[in-house]
């Protein structure tokens, strides 16, 4: 969200200011973080998704591509503590039914 409202800033400042190199080097950098969070969320809602369907070897799948692209982002390594609590449960129910 900060990124959102440096671009809001940014982007309302008189367009002399986009003459300025550090000017567009800041714009550019807002820009790249809030592409940077969208792919990040995109990622996690895939991986929720997938879970979410009961698909949990495409959502540990999809889940480790992201990771490997956005090593330690809070969002993913929560996505991956309900997937691993997801897959805890399905054993715990499997052992369940073997015990009887």
Known sequence: MENLA????LEA??????KNEEFRQLHAQCLAGLDRAASIRG??????????EGNLDN???L?????????NEAVLLAAQERLR????????????????
Do not use: H, M, N, S
């Open 13 to 18: 400042a008189p367009k002399a200011c986009f």
């Open 85 to 100: 609590a997801e897959e805890f449960g399905l054993q715990r129910d499997g052992w369940r039914k073997l015990i009887g």
């Open 59 to 61: 959502a540990q799948k």
């Open 6 to 9: 440096a671009l809001a800033l």
């Open 63 to 71: 889940l480790q591509q992201a990771l490997q692209t956005y090593p």
């Open 43 to 52: 990622a996690a809602a895939e991986v929720e998704k997938a879970g979410a």
